[in-house]
């Protein structure tokens, strides 16, 4: 059979800003999962066409048109495109499936333009796709997520489409995606693995793939996709450094504070860890990943600074993340909390997320329950800097007002030049001015939205849910979003269907 897998990591570029950013960054986002589809399929003895799309060009064109069966797997955000994607294949007969966090989130939805939603997956359920076991209009799952990676080598095929330059050359930037382990022991209500079971996997496969990098791809980046990583801390770093020092790669990790304690930082720093990424999440809640046991507030701030210190001291890179909006922020505090962490930790760059009810976590049943989520809003908005909720605790200006506070300090040019102080190389240097660009971006979009708010009746009676009826700026953005895919969706097309689908 002739097997199409798309990665979409990324909508379509609008503005000349973000053709160098895809381009750059957007293009290392690969996926694991869908990389796997293509070995598996690869295997099997099927005619496999693997590409990723990060913005650029007309992603139906980097895989025939001429298939048996797609495979897409995508995020919410570019939900649409994949939409439109599956119209076209289906039109020329092509049998479509979608996977990925928007097809575990939202399948009801996803059906309506897919033969098969895939919820999570291994080698034998595709195999079983492919043999035709499954009539169309199924939504289905293997019974956990597949627990055995394909090694780097056998990767490789796809981290040269994904990743190299013309699919030929490694970049400085070229990035291999890993995993050590799969799922998360904590139970966050916003976050799609809150259910899912930690499960640590092959420490000797791990060791091969990191033998395999320091022959072939020496130097290369290593980016784990684990949700949490090294929960099974001394297990994973006796891996890592069982590899000689001059051959251990850069690395990027998101992990929690509790696993980071000790002397574990040392050991990120002997084992040549560039990023670490841990979730602060609130000062009033979730302070479990934090390890500050039931400490909030101020003192919640100050042990949080001082565990990044310690970090920083180790780790070349930090990212703290942060969200706001949750029902337990009300006031001034929650805003006037972390400026100050910012003002204490300058060497960790901040991310303020905006609360988002991907279906099937807790967050999403509850906000369902109380009429919270806004009904009509697109897939395409669900993600910063738009709201697809109502906020419990300030009116929708109010809550803007807030964003713009919080990203006016992150972006200031006195917090740019206290990072560029700390800061302990000149790629970082680089990164933190970029971002800090980035950031300033988005406070002309979050301005954008408060004046709409404050100016127009119909977009305010929107987002306090008094009308279901769809700001015409809305329906604009969707279709620049789309690009020339946008004559594909109709407005009913692109209403979401936010029920549910239990297995």
């Known amino acids: 059979m002739r097997v199409g897998i798309l990665d979409l990591l990324g909508p379509p570029a609008r503005r000349p800003v973000e053709l160098g950013y895809q381009l750059l960054i957007t293009k290392q986002y690969a996926?694991?999962?869908?990389?796997?589809?293509?070995?598996?399929?690869?295997?099997m003895g099927h005619e496999?066409?693997?590409?990723?799309?990060?913005?650029?060009?007309?992603?139906?064109?980097?895989?025939?048109?001429d298939l048996d069966v797609v495979f897409i797997s995508c995020y919410t955000q570019v939900s649409h495109l994949a939409y439109a994607l599956a119209k076209l294949y289906r039109k020329a007969g092509v049998r479509t499936v979608i996977g990925?966090?928007?097809?575990?989130?939202?399948?009801?939805?996803?059906?309506?333009?897919?033969?098969?939603?895939?919820r999570e997956c291994d080698e034998a359920l595709v195999a079983d796709i492919l043999a035709g076991q499954f009539d169309p209009g199924a939504v289905i799952s293997s019974e956990k997520p597949f627990d055995d990676v394909p090694a780097v080598e056998e990767r490789m095929p796809e981290i040269r489409a994904s990743a190299f330059f013309r699919g030929r050359t490694p970049t400085p930037l070229t990035a291999v995606p890993m995993l050590a382990s799969m799922g998360c022991p904590y139970r966050c209500d916003f976050c799609i693995d809150w259910s899912s079971t930690y499960r640590p996997l092959s420490i000797e496969r791990l060791e091969a793939?990191?033998?395999?990098?320091?022959?072939?791809l020496p130097?290369?980046?290593?980016?784990?996709?684990?949700?949490?990583?090294?929960?099974?801390?001394?297990?994973?770093?006796?891996?890592?450094?069982?590899?000689?020092?001059?051959?251990?790669?850069?690395?990027?990790?998101?992990?929690?504070?509790?696993?980071?304690?000790?002397?574990?930082?040392?050991?990120?720093?002997?084992t040549n860890c560039a990023m670490v990424a841990p979730g602060v999440e609130s000062w009033t809640d979730y302070s479990n990943k934090a390890g500050v046991g039931r400490a909030g507030g101020m003192a919640k701030v100050e042990r949080v600074a001082a565990h990044f210190a310690q970090l920083a001291d180790n780790v070349p890179y930090l990212q703290a993340n942060f969200m706001f909006g949750l029902d337990t922020d009300e006031g001034d505090a929650p805003v006037e909390l972390t400026k100050r962490f910012m003002d204490l930790a300058p060497f960790a760059f901040p991310t303020i997320n905006i609360p988002v009810p991907f279906g099937g976590t807790p967050l999403h049943d509850e906000l369902a329950a109380d009429g919270r989520i806004l009904p009509t809003m697109p897939f395409s908005f669900y993600y910063a800097p738009y709201v697809v909720t109502t906020i419990k605790n300030y009116d929708?200006?109010?809550?803007?007002?807030?964003?713009?506070?919080?990203?006016?300090?992150?972006?200031?040019?006195?917090?740019?030049?206290?990072?560029l102080r700390t800061a302990p190389s000149r790629v970082v240097?680089?990164?933190?001015?970029?971002?800090?660009?980035?950031?300033?971006?988005?406070?002309?979009?979050?301005?954008?939205?408060?004046?709409l708010l404050r100016s127009d009746p119909g977009f305010l009676a929107f987002h306090e849910g008094r009308t279901t009826a769809l700001p015409e700026f809305y329906r604009h953005l969707g279709d620049r979003m789309l690009g020339d895919y946008s004559e594909?969706?109709?407005?009913a097309d692109r209403t979401p269907d936010l029920s549910s689908i239990r297995l």
């Open 429 to 451: 240097r680089w990164v933190h001015r970029a971002r800090t660009a980035g950031f300033r971006a988005d406070l002309g979009s979050f301005r954008r939205i408060r004046t």
């Open 396 to 419: 929708p200006v109010t809550y803007y007002d807030k964003l713009i506070e919080l990203y006016g300090h992150a972006a200031s040019p006195e917090m740019l030049r206290r990072r």
């Open 219 to 270: 130097g290369r980046l290593v980016v784990f996709h684990d949700p949490n990583f090294a929960v099974k801390f001394d297990q994973v770093f006796e891996a890592l450094e069982a590899q000689p020092p001059g051959e251990r790669p850069p690395y990027i990790i998101e992990s929690s504070l509790t696993v980071l304690r000790g002397d574990r930082p040392r050991r990120l720093k002997d």
């Open 209 to 216: 793939d990191l033998r395999y990098l320091a022959t072939h």
């Open 488 to 491: 594909l969706l109709s407005a």
């Open 31 to 43: 996926s694991i999962t869908p990389q796997a589809i293509s070995v598996w399929c690869r295997r």
């Open 100 to 118: 990925g966090p928007h097809a575990k989130a939202f399948p009801a939805d996803c059906l309506r333009f897919f033969d098969l939603v895939v």
């Open 48 to 65: 496999t066409f693997y590409a990723t799309y990060y913005g650029l060009g007309r992603p139906h064109r980097l895989v025939p048109a």
